[in-house]
């Protein structure tokens, strides 16, 4: 006679005490939310988490022979400048800002938001109250469709950017967006002195067989209040950062991040692939003789390219892929070094063979995802070049997302 497998409940008879690592979470939403997943372990154990985790992708492509890993770490709350919300109106019609569910694209409304800064979450805020208060009266509203919407806060909070995402191409959005997006900021401002700007934006071209992302970064403003722009300080240097440009998010570690990719690092040439609006390739040019800067998306080009042409001529910003430029444009010219930030999806093998074929003297390469960069990094190595050095940084606290800093040279 067969005996039933007791299930793993029936196993469990009770808890008689916590972990000691286990602290409890801040946020009322842990746990439900999809944006953290580490609130219930203090900093130190989710530094050593995630120093494991990042050897052992590491050692499961193959790369054992590592250096010393150099942890960096800030304050781990209230660190992000920047962050989009979702936006959804509940069953008795009130506007709800919020995320997705864990594991799912259900909406979850929030009621705090514990590692967006304060400004940040006191604009997010002010942004449902005034949509509420004002569709009472019959007077302020999110424009039609609205989806989403993003904050951008500057590094001493003196600033906010907004920008409004609807669901609709420039056909179909809905004709009085304009002056909806326009009256909404207006009165916004009026609570929060320090929004300085605001867009509506809609996507470019519709092209359901592009991904999620893709058709993300295809999106177009098409209506503008105040500044397009905002200042961000960085070791003193001051970058312009447009609206919907990309930029680091931990305001507490952007400088730890220009210091560790600077060192003491000087030369002739220099290539900066996915430079962004020019977080490193301004202060590269107080340190080579030539910097390159590559960037493809909009309007970081356009930020870049201001930053650099304030350096000099000997200073240019390339609108290309990392591969086309490496590919193409990169012939003839051995490079120093070559800084790389890629996205999650990492470089890729044929842009991995072409920066092995540029040849330069050393590799910076600045990760935010441990798989795409332990696979880029094997061809590297096989081709020559030696991993001397490794940082992690605690960019994402609460998450399990990780930023590394890797240096190979020849």
């Known amino acids: 006679m067969m005996r039933d497998t007791p299930s793993p409940e029936s196993l469990l008879l009770k808890i008689s005490e916590l972990m000691p ?5 801040q946020c009322r939403h842990f746990g439900a939310c999809g944006g953290c997943q580490l609130q219930h372990l203090p900093q130190p154990q989710q530094l050593a988490a995630k120093q494991t985790m990042l050897t052992d ?14 942890v960096h770490a800030a304050e781990p709350w209230q660190y992000r400048n920047r962050a989009r919300m979702r936006i959804a109106t509940d069953a008795e019609g009130l506007v709800q800002i919020g995320y997705s569910r864990r594991a799912s694209n259900e ?7 514990p590692i967006v800064s304060p400004l940040l979450w006191k604009t997010a805020t002010a942004l449902r109250d005034t949509v509420r208060d004002g569709e009472a009266q019959a007077g302020v509203t999110l424009p039609a469709q609205t989806s989403s919407v993003e904050f951008f806060v500057n590094d001493d909070e003196s600033a906010v950017q907004l920008s409004v995402q609807a669901d609709a191409t420039v056909a179909t959005v809905d004709r009085d967006a ?3 997006l326009r009256t909404l900021a207006g009165a916004l401002q009026l609570r929060v002195p320090q929004l300085v700007g605001a867009g509506l ?9 592009q991904s999620k992302r893709v058709q993300e970064s295809q999106r177009m403003e098409i209506v503008r209040w105040g500044a397009p722009s905002l200042q961000c300080a960085v070791n003193g240097r001051s970058y312009t950062i447009t609206r919907n ?3 680091q998010v931990n305001r507490f570690l952007t400088s730890t991040m220009v210091n560790t990719v600077l060192d003491n690092r000087t030369g002739r040439v220099v290539y900066d692939l996915f430079a962004g609006a020019g977080l490193f390739s301004v202060p590269l040019s107080e340190r080579f003789d030539a910097v390159t800067a590559v960037e493809i998306g909009e309007p970081a080009a356009s930020d870049l390219a201001a930053h650099l042409a304030a350096g000099g001529t000997q200073h240019k910003a390339v609108r290309s892929t990392a591969l086309a430029f490496l590919q193409t444009q990169a012939r003839g010219t051995q490079p120093d070094l070559i800084v790389l930030d890629p996205p999650r999806a990492g470089l890729g093998l ?4 072409a920066l092995i074929g540029a040849q330069p003297r050393e590799i910076v390469y600045v990760s935010c995802d441990a798989g795409s960069f332990a696979r ?3 061809p590297l190595i096989e081709s020559g070049y030696t991993l001397t050095d490794l940082h992690l940084l605690d960019l994402f606290p609460q998450t399990f997302h990780t930023e590394t800093i890797a240096t190979f040279r020849r």
Do not use: K, M, N, Y
Not at 107 to 113: G, K, Q
């Open 178 to 180: 304009p002056r909806d």
């Open 57 to 70: 992708v590491l050692a499961r492509s193959g790369i054992t022979q590592l250096p010393i890993i150099h």
């Open 201 to 209: 934006s809609v996507a470019a071209v519709p092209d359901r067989t």
């Open 350 to 353: 044929p842009a991995v063979r």
């Open 107 to 113: 909406f979850l409304a929030i009621e705090e938001c």
């Open 376 to 378: 880029d990094a094997r």
């Open 21 to 25: 690592e286990r602290v409890e979470p």
């Open 245 to 247: 440009a990309f930029f």
